[in-house]
């Protein structure tokens, strides 16, 4: 770092090349921080041959103005931030004003807070050339986020529980009806998200579990895959009216824009901001494009023909159905997976049965069973400590009394015989076929022990080949029913009765 500092001192007084090699220092100091090197470093060697960075924020080179206001702000250097003020004031250049900001983010810029207003009052009120939107965009949205910081915005909580919207209730793709069996009070439509619901108030729903998300639906179902075509879609619907059923009266509300679908990360960025600027446009500024801290995601399910289905996600709304969930490890399973198992299998379940879940994770399997018929005595064994005391918090929080044990299924015993086995099991991961094999004998023959003769099984499992083999291999065992669940992955349902 410090032969490429006294570089930088001997070349930035040689303009004969434009500047090119104290760009290129500078670019190699910066990339010497993001790889890890100390910046006091660098800060010794400021202090001990002066400071260059601030100076260059006059160079002819744009670029090099660029990099020596980001490096300013990298290196956190307070004492600088009036020239950095006073250079973004005076910079021309479009693309390079969007890095000043970023470079005073990362100091305290509160002193500055009143010229930011008066920039951002400036761009707001001026026509934009269409070839300067891009880097406009990139400055009004640090702008904006910069002031959010200073000033804490306004934040709105979720206000319209009780209030009457259109939603859509995200559900297993392959199982909507089972949800849709459970709403008699709001007239119902199956989509391919799930469930549409007109007129439903929200806190009306929470006894439903068989869903994974309640998102709001618009009066508008479809809009154009481009981007100010889609804003202007939005603008026009009843958005802000849904908006304000949900949060209240408001001058101003974040949003973030996210695409469900096929497109690359970069397509779908690209959208996300230019739908975002235009929609802010669209809307006076009463929605503001800021993803970082946003109260409201405008969610865009990508449709067949390319065009989109908008829904709404309020950041507050907070879904109390499965607050338990306090731990989860990788492996978990969803709470509402879980919950369509149970409701799946709820006719071969047995009020007050002793259950046995042989991997249990954290716990929201059992939890889930009792909520579709409660149960009598559980245990859930694993063999993983992090995922037992996982377990133990999650039934607490639940108010649920389980037995857990941290321990090898196979290595497992117990004093008397359960009535029920109910798990997930493991998937095979990095183990071979043959490995896989032998966990599914070891499995069965340990049920065989474990279970009462007339006991039943629910397993989830994608490894369809594995449990017929076991079945037929062990003529105690009657396969009751099965339901696919997940066509790609192979994943369903499976009862089984042990005579």
Request: aromatic fraction near 10%; charge should be positive.
């Amino acid at each position: 770092m410090e032969t490429i500092f006294l570089e930088l001192l001997k070349d930035r007084e040689d303009t004969a090349d434009g500047g090119s090699r104290v760009r290129e220092r500078l670019i190699a100091l910066r990339q010497k921080l993001r790889d890890g090197e100390d910046p006091e470093v660098l800060k010794e060697l400021m202090g001990r041959e002066g400071n260059p960075f601030a100076g260059l924020l006059h160079h002819e080179d744009p670029k090099v103005r660029r990099n020596a206001a980001l490096l300013l702000g990298e290196l956190g250097c307070q004492q600088e931030l009036q020239q950095l003020v006073s250079a973004y004031s005076r910079e021309e250049t479009l693309f390079v004003r969007a890095d000043y900001l970023k470079a005073m983010q990362q100091l305290d810029y509160q002193e500055a807070a009143p010229l930011l207003r008066e920039r951002l009052s400036e761009m707001t009120a001026q026509e934009v050339p269409a070839d300067s939107q891009k880097h406009y965009r990139e400055e009004l949205r640090q702008l904006e986020t910069m002031l959010f910081a200073l000033q804490k915005g306004e934040n709105h909580g979720f206000r319209g529980g009780d209030q009457s919207f259109d939603v859509v209730l995200t559900t297993n793709r392959l199982h909507r009806e089972v949800t849709a069996r459970q709403i008699r009070e709001y007239p119902v439509t199956l989509t391919p998200l799930g469930v549409r619901i007109a007129g439903a108030r929200p806190e009306s729903l929470w006894q439903i579990r068989t869903f994974r998300e309640l998102l709001f639906a618009l009066n508008v179902k479809t809009v154009s895959a481009d981007p100010a075509a889609c804003a202007k879609a939005l603008a026009a619907s009843d958005l802000l009216a849904v908006l304000k059923k949900g949060l209240g009266d408001f001058s101003q509300c974040r949003f973030r824009i996210t695409l469900v679908g096929k497109q690359e990360l970069d397509a779908r960025s690209s959208f996300a901001r230019r739908c975002g600027f235009e929609l802010e446009q669209r809307t006076g500024r009463r929605l503001l494009n800021l993803p970082g801290g946003y109260e409201v995601e405008l969610r865009l399910y990508e449709r067949p023909d390319g065009t989109f289905l908008p829904l709404v996600k309020f950041s507050g709304f907070q879904d109390p159905r499965f607050t338990y969930r306090r731990q989860a490890v990788a492996s978990s399973m969803h709470p509402s997976l879980a919950a369509l198992m149970a409701a799946l299998a709820k006719p071969y379940l047995k009020e007050g049965a002793q259950v046995l879940d042989p991997f249990c994770g954290v716990g929201a399997l059992l939890l889930e069973r009792d909520q579709a018929v409660e149960a009598g005595t559980m245990y859930g064994v694993d063999l993983f400590g992090d995922a037992i005391a996982g377990a133990r918090e999650n039934a607490k929080a639940a108010g649920k009394k389980i037995y857990f044990v941290q321990r090898d299924f196979m290595e497992f015993s117990h004093e008397y015989l359960f009535d029920e086995i109910f798990t997930d099991m493991p998937p095979r991961g990095k183990k071979s076929r043959q490995e896989q094999d032998r966990l599914y004998a070891g499995f069965f023959g340990q049920a065989l022990r474990l279970l009462k003769p007339g006991g039943v099984i629910v397993m989830y499992s994608n490894e369809d080949g594995f449990v017929k083999k076991q079945i037929r291999l062990h003529g105690e065992f009657r396969l009751l029913k099965e339901w696919a669940v997940q066509e790609k992955s192979g994943y369903g349902v499976y009862v089984l009765r042990r005579k």
